[in-house]
């Protein structure tokens, strides 16, 4: 037995509650099995906009504990820093390595990257004998202090940067350094031969390179900080 919808006249089976044509709800015709299964239309539920900001903040947060935990951010590129010679890992030191000072050796001709990496690891095994506790050592490490350089300061960063290496590969529009962190850091080494401590008294600089942290290499020279 068949009804007919309401809305648009299509013939439906008796023992279907909606339309298969408009969707239009339908109630049973007259004379049907009342213990007949009626399948009904059930319209989905609509999203509650209003719960889009609580969702989206809630998930900020949780993206923001996630860095904190994993160390993200300049702390993040400190601890790759004294990963990397901890674990005698050239790689990782390269890649905390600002990418202009890379270019800058690759285009000038100076080293290519296995010579850079091999640089590398010459840096760590000079860090090795600067901290003279042998093999196998373990680094521990305290920022003490920090200071945030003000915008112009920034700015002459950038400049220096620029004018000493970046300036030959790259146009000035195409190289930004964004933010930084001058880092006052006591280090603690404990190896097979012993133990060592110190800091550096100059400050241990980090820097935002067109958006990612980098670590120094290189030399630099402004009115707030200098490693010549």
């Known amino acids: 037995m068949s ?11 008796d023992n279907v509650g909606f339309c298969p044509e408009c969707g239009e709800k339908c109630l049973p015709s007259v004379g049907s099995n009342d213990n007949a299964q009626q399948t009904f ?3 989905p539920k609509k999203f509650n906009k209003k719960l889009i900001y609580p ?8 993206i923001i504990v996630v860095v904190i935990i994993s160390g993200g951010g300049y702390k993040g590129v400190v601890k790759d820093y004294f990963s990397a010679i901890e674990k005698n890992n050239a790689r ?8 202009y000072w890379k270019d800058y050796q690759y285009a ?30 373990k680094i521990t490490y305290e920022i003490t202090s920090e200071y945030k350089p003000t915008k112009d300061e920034i700015e002459s960063l950038e400049y220096v940067m620029y004018d000493w ?19 006052y850091i006591n280090v603690s080494v404990e190896g097979e031969d012993g133990k060592d401590s110190f800091y550096y008294p100059d400050g241990f600089l980090v820097f935002k390179e067109n958006g990612e942290w ?6 630099v020279s402004t009115s707030w900080y200098s490693n010549q």
């Open 41 to 43: 239309y059930k319209p």
């Open 55 to 62: 969702i989206l903040a809630v998930i900020a947060v949780i």
């Open 92 to 99: 990782q030191m390269l890649s905390i390595a600002p990418e």
């Open 108 to 137: 000038d001709g100076t080293w290519s990257e296995d010579e850079l990496i091999d640089e590398m690891y010459d840096f760590i095994e000079n860090a090795y004998d600067r901290y003279d506790c042998g093999e196998n050592i």
């Open 214 to 219: 980098k670590v120094l290499f290189g030399d």
């Open 165 to 183: 290496y970046a300036y030959y590969v790259y146009d000035k529009d195409d190289f930004k350094i964004t933010d930084a962190r001058l880092l």
């Open 3 to 13: 009804k007919y919808c309401g809305k648009c006249g299509t013939s439906i089976p």
